[in-house]
């Protein structure tokens, strides 16, 4: 393997190394990787055990500037800048004694996938990466010629503090010209997942594709799709793992003339308090040829203990698609006959299911809305509304109107039906009332995907101005109506009110950019 037109001189390149080869090359070059009792390779990432948002960085340049949204989530960057970042970065990577490279593709439709290239030092980040990307036949790996998109992995080596612009030792950069990331200063396999999926961000959008952060599956019978968009924490991945439908990915996608694809070959799973009885799916996949991240584990007899946070409560496990029994390969469906926004609604007040117009549709997915809770972050004492545009605000390039526009020209094309479903809290506000059992929330998204929703009663909500299902099978009617299961009516009206303000407040930023129609589709 020749990687001297990417400056890297070293001449051990391990190429596309099976699963039992790196783990070999793991355990030998690797201290502290290991091995679990169902057969997981354990991996640390060091001190990063997450995503470095602010460390995100985009190349202004002159082809690309007027298109990239500027601001919190794409912070700009000169050229050169970028320059002397990879050049350190290649240089850190020439000084090893062997380099890993991963050669595989990004989007499973055929007409828009990509060709990624990743030179990492870490067997541990190969195997992660060979996890996350659509492998490659041996047919498709000897025709494979140059890449499209190439991420440089020198996460081991810090960045230059003084250098312009940066501000830590951690800093990860994005050329949309060049088709480049570089990695500096952080060793978290994340950061390359979500480095092609902000690129794909891009790309996709300029072919009219609506890029996605959402999961998806399909009906076995009719092949039908859904898509369920949500933060982290509200259910995304859970609720995909349906043994009665098939998967068609856990977390990114896009959204075609042809229909959905999957645009990974992998499933990111986070692993905290999971078990069998709980996730089996996900559960049984964590097994030989998957990663698990930062987990902690008996010394003795290896087997993981996924309730221990003293590492980090990101755990995660990343394998491939096919090791989850109901995955669908290739990855792809036909129109989405449902779009569901989950949220975890900490406030209590949102209903467990209501449907959207297209315009609420696009409020709803630039607002982005989600909750924290207590407990989860240092100085947070009671819930805090949080908005992340599109459900996936890190990884936008375009403004998020943009992707907006796509979504609502796809669900009126094919008629697609949109509901927004709260996994959060019900019969008040966190530490008051208690979070919506999950076989609720299984049975909601069963009765969608059935149809049986599409004319059930409804009844309209004064604040926030959606249609709140008001029968549902397997669901209390009186858990539909968030008010009804309030102890104290004003309590209720009092707090809706204030998470109406939130939303109108954060929504103010977009105004400018979107229709008065889909202004005015907001809470009251």
């Known amino acids: 393997m020749d990687l001297s037109s990417h400056g890297i001189s070293v001449t051990d390149i391990q190429h596309n190394l099976a699963p039992s080869v790196l783990y070999e090359h793991a355990i030998r070059y690797e201290p502290g990787t290991s091995i679990s009792d169902t057969g997981c390779l354990i991996a640390y990432s060091g001190d990063k055990t997450g995503r470095s948002p602010k460390d995100k960085r985009v190349v202004r340049h002159h082809l690309s500037e007027n298109d990239v949204w500027w601001g919190p989530v794409n912070f700009p960057q000169d050229e050169a800048t970028f320059s002397i970042n990879r050049e350190r970065a290649v240089d850190y990577l020439n000084t090893r004694p062997r380099l890993y490279c991963v050669d595989a593709f990004a989007g499973w439709e055929p007409g828009t996938r990509i060709k990624v290239r990743v030179i990492c030092a870490r067997p541990y980040h190969a195997l992660f990466m060979h996890n996350m990307l659509i492998r490659p036949t041996d047919a498709e790996l000897e025709t494979f010629g140059e890449p499209d998109f190439v991420i440089y992995n020198a996460g081991g080596f810090p960045a230059n503090r003084y250098t312009t612009g940066m501000t830590s030792r951690t800093s990860v950069d994005l050329s949309l010209e060049r088709k480049e990331v ?46 369920l968009f949500g933060l982290s924490g509200t ?24 229909g959905i694809f999957n645009i990974e070959g992998g499933c990111y799973a986070k692993a905290v308090y999971l078990t069998r009885e709980s996730e089996p799916e996900i559960f049984d996949a964590l097994r030989f040829g998957a990663v698990l991240e930062n987990v902690v584990y008996d010394k003795a007899r290896h087997h993981v203990d ?219």
């Open 306 to 524: 996924f309730n221990n946070t003293s590492i980090t409560e990101n755990t995660r496990g990343a394998y491939p698609i096919e090791y989850m029994q109901n995955a669908r390969i290739p990855c792809v469906a036909d129109h989405p006959s449902d779009v569901i926004f989950l949220t975890c609604d900490a406030f209590g007040v949102l209903p467990p299911v209501s449907r959207l117009t297209p315009e609420q549709a696009m409020y709803y997915f630039i607002s982005g809305y989600t909750a924290k809770v207590a407990g989860t972050e240092m100085g947070i004492t009671e819930p805090e509304a949080t908005f992340s545009p599109c459900f996936g605000g890190p990884f936008l390039v375009w403004h998020p109107s943009r992707y907006a526009e796509l979504l609502a020209e796809k669900i009126r094309t094919h008629n697609s039906s949109v509901w927004l479903v709260n996994t959060g809290w019900s019969g008040g506000a966190y530490c008051v009332g208690s979070r919506m059992p999950l076989r609720f929330t299984r049975a909601i998204i069963d009765e969608i995907h059935k149809g049986h929703l599409a004319n059930a009663p409804t009844i309209a909500d004064d604040i926030f101005k959606f249609e709140t299902v008001a029968e549902c099978e397997g669901v209390p009617a009186e858990m539909l109506q968030p008010k009804l299961s309030w102890r104290d009516a004003a309590e209720y009206t009092a707090t809706a009110e204030k998470l109406a303000a939130s939303f109108r407040e954060n929504f103010k930023q977009y105004e400018d950019a979107t229709s008065p129609g889909v202004v005015a589709a907001g809470p009251a």
């Open 235 to 258: 259910g995304k991945t859970t609720l995909s793992a349906d043994p009665n439908r098939y998967l068609i990915g856990d977390d990114e996608h896009g959204w075609s003339n042809d």
């Open 182 to 227: 570089v990695l500096l200063g952080t060793e978290y396999a994340g950061e390359m997942k979500k480095a092609v999926f902000t690129y794909m961000n891009y790309a996709l959008p300029n072919q009219n594709i609506l890029s996605m952060h959402c999961s998806a599956t399909s009906d076995k019978k009719t092949g039908r799709s859904s898509v």
